[in-house]
């Protein structure tokens, strides 16, 4: 056992500028406590300690120099470290372990909407389907100041007060629209699996002639993919298989799929509608943006084994 010491120099981190592509959509809620205790590679899961030995986090994510080797079979890339760690604070860590016990899976609140900061609250960009944020009143750039009484200035803070939420809770919101202040009662909704997972099932043709699991495009991908905007619509690539033929052919992890055979894809059901379709031929083509592409999108061709 190894144990280092430290100080807390930061609390409500957010890692998405720190993540390459591969790892920028594993961790949708971020809190992170930030520390200069000296984190050793492997030691993901252990455990945070204050001076009176109470555990207040569990350690997750190390950081590195940008000019830090990145192979993971050298050596020299477990000792250098910029000096900075990070760890789940424990009482969010109680809450998922409850839930995983109670439920087998996180049951997140949902409002359903895309949300961008303002300067006097969080925007409302636009909807997602379902969306009981809409259900409830909500317009397309209505300003959102208040949520049960609380002020809403932090996106990120905001963002978790929404995950925390009861399901089913009648949730009570001020907006500002067109320059009025108006009080809203929105039901909180259930966030759908497609949001938080795969959404294809692994006999799924994509997976198995393609080697490509593909989920809906989320309402915070904008946040976590620099390469994509609010406009943007399609699925994206989820997982993928080692050798598989559309990986081979370049379509990797986090690519959004915006077009197959010239034919636009929105979003799952226009995604396997089309594929369905498709997978009578030897070759399909995918219209695809992701963090390699220059500019706008770029066709790339995948053939399959029919078998």
Known sequence: YTVTTG?????????????TLRYQDLIQ???????????????????LLNIHGEVIGINSAIRRPD???????????????????????INLVKKVSDQLIANGQV????????????????????????????QGGMEVGDIIV???????RELLKFRFLIAESMVGEEAAFTVIRNGMRKKLSVTIGRMPRRFTGLEMEPDSPSWTKLGIAVRELGVHDSERYAYLSLEDEGVIVEEVRLGGPAPSAGVPLGTLIVGINDQRI???????????????????????????????????????NQE
């Open 7 to 19: 100080i807390v120099s930061g609390k409500g981190r957010s890692l998405f500028p720190l993540f």
């Open 29 to 47: 809620y971020q809190d992170f406590i930030q520390t200069d205790a000296w984190i050793n590679r492997g030691n993901s899961g252990g455990p």
């Open 67 to 89: 000019d830090a080797p990145r192979r993971p079979d050298d050596p020299a890339t477990a000792a250098v470290r910029a000096g900075a760690g990070f760890a789940i604070p």
């Open 107 to 134: 049951i997140r609140g949902w409002l359903g909407i895309v949300m961008s900061s303002h300067p006097d609250g969080i925007r409302v960009t636009r909807f997602s389907d379902p969306s009981p944020a809409r």
């Open 146 to 152: 208040e949520y049960n009484g609380q002020k809403t």
């Open 266 to 304: 929105k979003n799952m059901a226009d995604y396997e509608r089309v594929l369905q379709n498709a997978l009578s031929k030897s070759e399909i083509s995918f219209e695809i943006k992701n963090a390699y592409t220059e500019e706008g999108t770029e066709t790339v061709t995948v053939k399959f």
